[in-house]
């Protein structure tokens, strides 16, 4: 079974600087995905960002980018220019992609950081 | 593009009775998914749909809750009889996973309370 460690339950930047979340994983598996979601106050869970365990390059998506160590089974988010929206409670999620088998496609999540951005 | 629906957003009962939620996920979906969102923790796996069929529900308790697709479109999940642990958030996600894109959508959530 797969697991997610997400070490620090909540976190604080002033707006403008730039925060680093971490997440740690365990799995034996070779084929997988890692995802960073965001959930807002409002609830609604939406992805921000993610990494294919096949590729070395490390996933961005505009002020986010992550640090993929396939090795060490670390994958870190960095928030560059934190903006007050980006206040929310961060999860760090894995999914199997492992060759058949109805555990596979389904996301473990860990217990997840709250990120407050200060103005 | 309408996302996933959920309805109703918020639910209160007392123990022992029955509840249900729905979900209509975004359209074209052929995977859905049931979380169970703890207050404070990470949504976890309930059931696992590929269009009409069930193809994990090894964390689903058997006993007391069961969830149906019948057409593999919307989807229901259903508590009876519902107890004061069940208090929580229900997401619902749907992606086109049995085609190759992993991503889920999310939908806002049920929150249950159990008095």
């Known amino acids: 079974a797969q697991t997610v460690t997400q070490s620090q339950p909540e976190m604080s930047v002033q707006e403008a600087e730039t925060v680093t979340l971490s997440c740690t994983y365990d799995t034996s598996e070779s084929n997988y995905y890692l995802f960073w979601y965001k959930q807002p106050p409002s609830r609604q869970m939406i992805l921000v960002i993610r990494q294919e365990a096949y590729k070395q390059q490390n996933a961005t998506e505009n002020r986010f980018s992550v640090n993929f160590q396939k090795a060490a089974k670390s994958f870190s988010l960095k928030i560059s220019d934190s903006q007050l929206g980006d206040t929310a409670m961060y999860f760090c999620?894995?999914?199997?992609?492992?060759?058949?088998?109805?555990?596979?496609?389904?996301?473990?999540f860990g217990k997840g950081t709250l990120l407050t951005v200060n103005p | 593009e309408a996302g996933v629906v959920q309805s109703p957003r918020y639910k209160i009962i007392e123990k022992k009775q029955p509840v249900a939620f729905w979900c209509n996920p975004i359209s074209g979906h052929n995977t859905l998914y049931w979380y169970l969102q703890n207050l404070g923790q990470g949504p976890e796996l309930l059931i696992r749909?590929?269009?009409?069929?069930?193809?994990?529900d090894s964390q689903l308790p058997k006993d007391r809750f069961s969830a149906e697709r019948l057409k593999g479109v919307d989807s229901t999940l259903k508590i009876q009889p519902a107890e004061l642990g069940d208090s929580a958030v229900y997401l619902c996600?749907?992606?086109?996973?049995?085609?190759?894109?992993?991503?889920?959508?999310f939908g806002p959530g049920t929150r249950l309370t159990v008095t």
């Open positions: 996600a749907s992606s086109l996973a049995a085609s190759g894109d992993y991503e889920q959508y």
């Open positions: 999620a894995f999914m199997n992609l492992g060759g058949g088998g109805g555990s596979n496609y389904k996301l473990t």
């Open positions: 749909y590929e269009n009409e069929e069930a193809v994990d």
